[in-house]
């Protein structure tokens, strides 16, 4: 699990809250019904008003998982590809029907059991291609919803400051509590602008971020069953997917060597 996300939402509420300790305020005083009604049922509804209730659904489905996912690493399935590349050279492709069986990464063992099937590469390489693309749109289309709610909370916020203030503007015989009342009015701007930066924002950037990592490693993966459909050297194949990884460790072709040589 990366807990990036969740340790930067709880980050951002507690240096909010603490600065508002820190001023002396007490930090109830922004906790009040009305603005956080209006903010954050009205923003999820502008949101649902603008998406079907499929995409709703799928957006926040979508957040536990983002917010517990563990950053996908192509190292690992790089040696995985090595690895099979080896034994398919040495034993032929049918020999990794078994190891298929092994593979957790899902899109790995449909590609590769695809490939030992006899599927033409031309064809493999559509397909999964296909599925790296569906997968990228509908990260895409959940992180929109979030980023969309993100516009949209800054001015329902705003409109519950004007509702507010005209409240306000009706009570002017009573100055004893227009302080009080004019404070309260700018809660909701508050509200609409910390969901939108502290909320919104974040989880529409943070599965956009997770689906790119994901959509590289299929990429990555792709690469290589086709290189090990062709019976390449695993040599070769490892350096070749390594040169797709932006961090690739130099030391790890050391490896590789040593099977293209046995």
Not at 160 to 184: K, Q
Request: glycine share 8%.
């Amino acid at each position: 699990m990366d807990p990036a996300g969740i340790i930067g939402i709880v980050v951002a509420f507690v240096a909010i809250f603490g600065a508002l300790f820190l001023e002396g305020a007490n930090p109830l005083s922004i906790m009040l019904p009305a603005p956080l009604l209006l903010v954050w049922v009205g923003t999820i509804g502008v949101g649902v008003a603008g998406h079907t209730l499929k995409d709703v659904k799928n957006a926040f489905a979508a957040v536990p998982r983002a917010l517990r996912s563990k950053a996908p690493d192509p190292s690992t399935t790089v040696d995985t590809v090595v690895s099979l590349a080896d034994k398919a050279r040495r034993e032929g492709l049918l020999a990794l029907e078994d190891a298929a069986r092994d593979i957790d990464d899902e899109f790995l063992r449909s590609g590769l059991q695809a490939a030992i099937d006899g599927t033409d590469p031309e064809d493999l390489r559509v397909i999964l291609e296909d599925r790296i693309a569906t997968k990228r749109t509908r990260d895409r289309v959940n992180a929109k919803y979030f980023q969309d709610m993100g516009g949209y909370a800054p001015t329902i916020g705003i409109i519950g400051t004007v509702i507010s203030l005209v409240h306000v503007l009706e009570n002017l015989s009573e100055p004893e509590t227009l302080g009080h009342s004019i404070a309260a009015a700018f809660v909701a701007t508050l509200w609409g602008i910390l969901s939108a930066n502290v909320v919104w924002l974040p989880l529409g950037t943070r599965i956009k971020r997770i689906s790119d990592l994901e959509c590289s490693q299929m990429e990555v993966t792709l690469e290589g069953l086709l290189a090990v459909q062709a019976g390449a050297n695993p040599r070769v194949v490892g350096e070749r997917l390594r040169s797709l990884l932006p961090d690739a460790p130099a030391g790890d072709k050391k490896a590789d060597e040593k099977k293209a040589a046995a």
